[in-house]
């Protein structure tokens, strides 16, 4: 079956789906994106996910497209059409096509383009052994609550990391604190098992997970604490994790070279990635009831 | 005439002129750019920009995709098919095509596309008025000495200098100091002559113009400083002025509301812009006699 994408209004093969040379998004990163996980065939926290994707666009000022409902009917087609059971969709929106030049298009038109992809099941051992961090310093711009589309310094940061045989790059602030993850919040459990993750500001991307699991770890009755954490005291913890829509809750059991506690995953972290995975399971199981 | 773009190896009509929409550019800001000014049919300082291209490149370790001749003769190319006598080429290079991932594809192909249009003179009163400037903090990442597409903080900064009835957005560090402006380098004339810019660092981008007006300026023998200038310098300062490929030299007469010196355009300013346009001259004719 030949992949489909959705680029303003059209359904395209997605070998030809293609934007202008002067869409914004392509010549100054004028633009913005959700990624949801698919699950069972339903989209995982879709309200959240557009709730973000709508803030992003006002933050920028750039226009929504068309109503919610409709982009939600949308990125189900897209799904659909493209047999996705289990995987993600993609949906990015640009602030339009108009010839090059810094300030806003005089009449701006908002670009939109979705993909959906089935992606494999992540390794059972990446659950069971957990991953390596990398700690790098956090050199991105001051905006980082905004999912925009300028993500070089996150590429830049998650090719480090892979190249020093980690999963996933940590970045850190001018005070040696941890902000996130070049694509995942970064949490910790400390000695006297406290969760902490950094508190949503400025400097992070508050990840639809992340608070996922902060209502979960809620529920579980834990302390949490949203604060920001030292490399010090990260690589000291008793545990570390890392959420993220497709990573959901996997175990850090290295960063750098300090092995995080006995070098295994986690039992909080454990239980919190079992919860996770109920969570997604339980939102699908209600959508099939409801559309039954 | 119809516009011509150039696209990864073709030539095509500007307006169906498009990129995959997993090119990278799009969806990472994973590329670089360069705009030179085309003066009365020739490329201004293309040796410069070729050099800065590359450094851009290797910095962000893009392979360079065709040999440098060939890419000037690609360049002259575009700039002929469309008609260009004094405008700008502009060449955008990203890391390719790949299934979205922040990790560099394995096999990256480094995506071409040119763009040539004609520019309107300046309007003549920005040189004999100056523009005002707006500061604003720099809220851009830590590696601005590269050209790259990552420009959302760039938008930002134009767009709101632009609503405050401004020209340019001057962006100021943490320190209180002008890094550069939003697509320009920034200078100020000390109360005792002696041009002021900012060093290059990975603050800001060593614009070509920039390196242009330095060789000139010690050409003329004026004293130079390449050093930061905090806000309260600059509007205490005798002139201040930007530079870049498509504004050249222009005198800056107002930052925020404070009035430069008597609010004329300066004469070290004009004397230095008025050696520019020389210069760009200058170039013209020698590539004509070169070529005659």
């Given at each position: 079956?030949?992949?489909?994408?959705?680029?303003?209004?059209?359904?395209?093969?997605?070998?030809?789906?293609?934007?202008?040379?002067?869409?914004?998004?392509?010549?100054?990163?004028?633009?913005?994106?959700?990624?949801?996980?698919?699950?069972?065939?339903?989209?995982?926290?879709?309200?959240?996910?557009?709730?973000?994707?709508?803030?992003?666009?006002?933050?920028?000022?750039?226009?929504?497209?068309?109503?919610?409902?409709?982009?939600?009917?949308?990125?189900?087609?897209?799904?659909?059409?493209?047999?996705?059971?289990?995987?993600?969709?993609?949906?990015?929106?640009?602030?339009?096509?108009?010839?090059?030049?810094?300030?806003?298009?005089?009449?701006?038109?908002?670009?939109?383009?979705?993909?959906?992809?089935?992606?494999?099941?992540?390794?059972?051992?990446?659950?069971?052994?957990?991953?390596?961090?990398?700690?790098?310093?956090?050199?991105?711009?001051?905006?980082?609550?905004?999912?925009?589309?300028?993500?070089?310094?996150?590429?830049?940061?998650?090719?480090?990391?892979?190249?020093?045989?980690?999963?996933?790059?940590?970045?850190?602030?001018?005070?040696?604190?941890?902000?996130?993850?070049?694509?995942?919040?970064?949490?910790i459990?400390?000695?006297?098992?406290?969760?902490?993750?950094?508190?949503?500001?400025?400097?992070?991307?508050?990840?639809?997970?992340?608070?996922?699991?902060?209502?979960?770890?809620?529920?579980?009755?834990?302390?949490?604490?949203?604060?920001?954490f030292s490399?010090a005291e990260a690589?000291g913890a008793?545990?570390?994790?890392?959420?993220?829509?497709?990573?959901?809750?996997?175990?850090?059991?290295?960063?750098?070279?300090?092995?995080?506690?006995?070098?295994?995953?986690?039992?909080?972290?454990?239980?919190?990635?079992?919860?996770?995975?109920?969570?997604?399971?339980?939102?699908?199981?209600?959508?099939?009831?409801?559309?039954?």
């Amino acid at each position: 079956m030949s992949r489909i994408a959705y680029v303003n209004g059209r359904y395209v093969p997605h070998k030809q789906a293609a934007v202008h040379i002067e869409d914004r998004g392509y010549q100054f990163a004028d633009g913005v994106y959700e990624v949801c996980a698919v699950w069972n065939g339903h989209i995982i926290d879709e309200g959240p996910h557009l709730d973000r994707l709508e803030r992003s666009l006002r933050e920028l000022r750039i226009g929504m497209p068309m109503s919610r409902q409709a982009l939600s009917l949308v990125m189900r087609e897209v799904i659909h059409r493209n047999a996705v059971d289990t995987g993600i969709i993609y949906v990015q929106m640009t602030r339009g096509v108009a010839p090059r030049d810094h300030p806003f298009p005089a009449i701006p038109e908002t670009q939109v383009v979705m993909t959906s992809r089935r992606i494999r099941p992540q390794p059972a051992k990446f659950g069971e052994d957990g991953v390596k961090a990398l700690t790098l310093p956090d050199i991105r711009w001051e905006r980082c609550d905004i999912k925009s589309v300028s993500l070089l310094p996150n590429v830049l940061a998650k090719q480090a990391a892979r190249e020093a045989g980690a999963y996933e790059a940590w970045l850190v602030d001018d005070d040696g604190l941890v902000t996130e993850g070049s694509s995942t919040n970064a949490w910790i459990v400390t000695r006297d098992a406290k969760l902490v993750t950094r508190s949503a500001s400025h400097a992070i991307l508050n990840g639809i997970t992340r608070l996922a699991v902060i209502e979960l770890a809620r529920g579980e009755g834990l302390q949490l604490e949203e604060r920001p954490f030292s490399v010090a005291e990260a690589k000291g913890a008793r545990e570390a994790f890392i959420t993220s829509t497709t990573s959901f809750v996997l175990p850090v059991t290295q960063i750098d070279d300090q092995v995080i506690a006995n070098g295994k995953p986690g039992s909080l972290t454990l239980k919190l990635r079992q919860r996770y995975m109920a969570h997604m399971g339980d939102q699908t199981r209600a959508e099939a009831a409801e559309s039954a």
